[in-house]
């Protein structure tokens, strides 16, 4: 396999982990909670879009639109139940929280969809010719709306009202506060707009990859290798670290075998933990 | 002292585990064994989760390691258990020393993301190098007929741990290490240090569940990468301690009781929805108690009121810093 097709297969699946991993960034940026369960969105998000193609029968494009605004309402609905409660509490209970969470969400899509895998053949099936290289249709659709999802958030962010008034949530909650913005009323957007990424960022898996409901736990733990060589709470290093992520893994995998492939990620995220806390980009988060 | 004596339920309890293999069937061993590795873990956590305050979700870890060290001596020079167990510890504390160095440097969030991660790093090397560890179909032990011995040993670490908490718990140590979860920088600041005590907790954490992964092998003559590093087990322990009471010595005794129970009947009821029931379990612990079952009997007078006054365990205690 020559380096061409590794950098592109590397950078398309950087595509998904920055979607991903931008909305569990905007997540932590606002809020300060680490979501565990944020992978689990996904899978589910991943399995109701197979569920709706293959079950239902409809078309693909009914689950890009509905899975995305279910997994937002999901989002909502923890943010009001649960996290709201505890956003302000020491970070302990917040983890807790959210990793409990994670656990509760595998179970009810093992005792929903079963513990196999399932995929989504068939849909965005075939491949394109780019830079000599084949890619596949899904692939490249995903990155695609990935990358292209990913910039229009970035750009609500630094460029409305409403972008204005995370960020500075974000920076400094008590002044924003002060300046009138309803707090509360930022921070359950903030958190549905998050969980809404990672349910889009579960469609555009669902024709490319095999699903089972532990897909979570395999992706949350890049998403967060992604927020920490990036930066945490900083939202180009995210895309930048991605896309990195996607390539070295994709690399590394070729060299040493899939599995200890995926653990340079982790290498790596523990380097960058160690070496520069801050990230690629970041600011530097004080906790 | 007013209230129960750490020290007569540590009396109460060790004259309950001496006679439960004597009264009681091999169904009840097998269970305490299982209750006690769970102790021991729990207690292991509620040093360096619940004084010193730092959320590790990377025990499992520990555990694992200690596992696979175990069984590989026990399966390649059938190294008895017992030497294996210790060992395991060993090696549990030789792989805490480096780590806790690095590792704690982080705080908060990137301490709990990083703890995490290398529970997984090291199930993906325990699935990868297969030619050493037998990858995902496991190793088979030679299965061990009397389960007694085991439930011996693991119930003496137990009730080590449970002696050198309510040491720790009397101690001006055990106080610096509450000083260190209240607020790191005043700590520091007052002369503590820190560091030196944060990797000392991280590594004496480190010891018992190391030991307790090989035992816990032996016990089932089996081990895989899943079942070593299995998440289920980490929240579980992590959902004792904080159901029992994070930073007191009672809180993970009374919180793997209770939990034990609970697993065992939903275990047997409900296996599917098992894992959901300790996930809501904790969210609820969270949400309306997370002072812990011990704080209620404070609050009743039944316990001594202990000294952590909980300000940041408590959900209700203003806003975070930002």
């Known amino acids: 396999m020559p380096l061409a097709d590794l950098l592109i297969g590397g950078i398309l699946l950087g595509g998904v982990y920055a979607l991903m991993a931008c909305g569990l960034n905007l997540i932590f940026g606002v809020m300060r909670v680490i979501n565990f369960a944020h992978g689990d969105i996904l899978a589910i998000a991943a399995l109701s879009t197979v569920s709706i193609a293959v079950g239902l029968k409809m078309p693909f494009w009914v689950a890009i639109v509905a899975v995305p605004i279910g997994c937002a309402a999901l989002g909502a609905l923890i943010q009001v139940v649960i996290l709201r409660r505890i956003e302000d509490g020491p970070m302990i209970m917040s983890l807790l929280a959210t990793y409990a969470l994670s656990t509760i969400l595998v179970n009810i899509a093992i005792l929903i969809w079963g513990g196999g895998y399932s995929g989504l053949p068939g849909v965005l099936s075939g491949s394109l010719r780019v830079l000599g290289v084949n890619v596949s249709l899904s692939r490249l659709v995903s990155f695609a709306c990935a990358i292209g999802i990913s910039l229009a958030v970035w750009w609500v962010l630094e460029f409305t009202r409403f972008g204005r008034a995370v960020r500075s949530v974000s920076a400094a909650p008590e002044l924003a506060s002060i300046s009138g913005i309803a707090i509360d009323r930022v921070r359950l957007a903030t958190f549905a707009l998050g969980t809404g990424m990672a349910g889009f960022a579960g469609v555009l898996v669902a024709p490319a990859f095999a699903l089972d409901p532990q897909l979570g736990s395999r992706f949350i733990i890049k998403a967060f290798a992604v927020i920490i060589v990036g930066g945490m709470g900083s939202y180009p290093g995210a895309i930048l670290a991605a896309l990195l992520l996607g390539v070295v893994e994709v690399v590394g995998s070729y060299f040493v075998g899939a599995v200890i492939g995926s653990a340079f990620l982790f290498l790596l995220m523990l380097a960058v933990l160690l070496v520069r806390p801050r990230g690629l980009l970041g600011a530097g988060v004080r906790v | ?322």
């Open chain 2, 1 to 322: 002292m007013k209230g129960i004596n750490p020290l007569a339920v540590a009396i109460v309890a060790g004259i309950a585990a001496i006679a439960v293999p004597l009264v009681g069937s091999d169904y009840a061993v097998s269970f305490s064994i299982q209750l006690l590795i769970f102790l021991v873990l729990a207690y292991s956590w509620n040093w360096i989760g619940g004084y010193t305050g730092y959320t590790h979700f990377g025990q499992v870890g520990f555990f694992g390691i200690g596992a696979y060290v175990g069984s590989l001596l026990n399966f390649h020079w059938g190294v008895p258990w017992y030497l294996a167990a210790i060992a395991a510890a060993l090696a549990g504390a030789a792989t805490a020393v480096p780590l806790g160095g690095a590792m704690l440097r982080l705080k908060g969030p990137f301490f709990a993301i990083g703890m995490f991660g290398l529970a997984r790093v090291l199930e993906a090397f325990a699935l990868g190098f297969d030619s050493i560890t037998g990858g995902g179909t496991g190793i088979y032990l030679k299965p061990i007929s009397d389960l007694k011995p085991i439930y011996y040993v693991v119930a003496t670490v137990a009730m080590i741990m449970l002696l050198l908490t309510w040491k720790l718990d009397n101690s001006r140590l055990g106080l610096k290490l509450l000083a260190i979860r209240e607020d790191e920088n005043a700590a520091e600041s007052l002369g503590i240090p820190t560091t030196r005590l944060k990797v000392g907790t991280f590594i004496a954490s480190a010891v018992a569940p190391a030991a307790m992964g090989s035992l816990y092998a032996a016990y089932l003559g089996f081990i895989d990468p899943p079942t070593a590093f299995a998440p289920n087990m980490e929240l579980t322990t992590i959902a004792m301690v904080l159901l029992g009471g994070m930073g007191t010595v009672l809180g993970p005794l009374v919180g793997a009781l209770v939990l034990s129970i609970v697993n065992e009947v939903l275990w047997a009821n409900y296996p599917q929805v098992y894992l959901a029931c300790v996930g809501v379990i904790v969210l609820l612990a969270v949400l309306f108690m997370p002072r812990g079952i011990v704080s209620l009997g404070m609050k009743s007078g039944w316990l001594g009121i202990g000294r952590p006054s909980f300000r940041r365990l408590a959900a209700d205690s203003g806003r975070a810093p930002s």
